[in-house]
């Protein structure tokens, strides 16, 4: 990349995340480009600009942002003949920040390498409205000097990141982030129902507990929701969650590892989405147990 010249961003994805990281980087001054989609129509009014597909944007840009939601859409987005790859060049940095298995973003690392390009794995942690706020966090992975050149893209989608190893290190990092925030989640729903079928008041138990020992980030962030039963809009959804958790399942069994909070976890998110309630805020698990209670 010729550092002296402006960067040329291209964001990859512009759903729930990637429209709030491309906000971030117009904010901080770069040029951003996005591929021409039906949710992308609106992107030219705020400044963007729109390349015909994944193979123009990557031929287009200095670095490229990839926010994409499914393991389909970056197969198509990367290795489609219209992909990135196709577009790469050996000036190109592709920022990976989706949650998807390790596996899977090597070998679209290793694509890109034989054109030269280089790939971080930087999955980022936090809803939109964290996201939007540059509180949410990266965790960011890949050849160090790379990340060097990054920082300021970095700096510009989040003022909290941290360097965590080699590729592949960053996702490893993250699947173990979203695994305590899932278990934390289903841990707050459980305690809500054992408090509130022994009479105690959803308000007095936040009150209470918040400041105890026993809160934390996500007790405060989710407990709310469960007081008031209201789980839309969704910032965590339920389908989301149970996409990141068949993750973190497959990366415990291929180390051959016990996982009994896991194992519980799956359980009652897959209830959830069994239910028909993918879209709502995952804090709604506590629906699931407390109907769960009363037909036993």
Not at 118 to 126: E, K, V, W
Not at 140 to 149: C, K, L, Y
Not at 210 to 234: I, L, N
Request: glycine share 10%.
């Amino acid at each position: 990349m010729n550092t002296e010249a402006p960067v040329r961003v291209g964001i990859l994805g512009l759903g729930r995340i990637g429209r709030v990281v491309a906000a971030n980087l117009q904010a901080g001054g770069f040029s951003v480009a996005a591929v021409e989609r039906p949710n992308a129509r609106d992107f030219p009014a705020t400044g963007g600009r729109l390349e015909a597909d994944a193979a123009h944007l990557a031929a287009a840009s200095d670095v490229v942002v990839s926010c994409l939601a499914s393991e389909a859409q970056m197969e198509q987005a990367f290795l489609g003949p219209d992909g990135m790859v196709a577009g790469a060049h050996a000036d190109l940095v592709v920022i990976e920040m989706g949650t998807f298995p390790i596996a899977l973003k090597r070998r679209l690392a290793g694509a890109l390498a034989t054109r030269g390009a280089a790939m971080l794995d930087c999955p980022i942690s936090g809803t939109p409205p964290v996201v939007a706020r540059r509180e949410a966090m990266l965790f960011v992975s890949g050849d160090e000097a790379v990340v060097q050149r990054m920082s300021p893209v970095l700096a510009a989608i989040s003022q909290k990141q941290t360097f965590v190893g080699a590729f592949g290190a960053g996702m490893a990092t993250k699947l173990v982030t979203n695994f305590l925030v899932i278990a934390n989640t289903l841990a707050v729903a459980e305690a809500f129902v054992l408090g509130t079928e022994s009479g105690l008041d959803p308000r007095q138990m936040i009150a209470a507990i918040g400041d105890s020992f026993a809160g934390s980030r996500v007790f405060d962030f989710r407990a709310p929701m469960m007081a008031s039963r209201t789980y839309q809009p969704a910032p965590g959804p339920a389908r989301i969650v149970w996409k990141d958790l068949q993750y973190i399942h497959a990366q415990s069994a291929a180390l051959g590892l016990a996982g009994p909070l896991l194992e519980t976890a799956m359980e009652w998110y897959r209830r959830m989405i069994e239910a028909g309630r993918g879209e709502d805020e995952c804090a709604g698990v506590f629906e699931i147990l407390a109907a769960a209670g009363k037909r036993n």
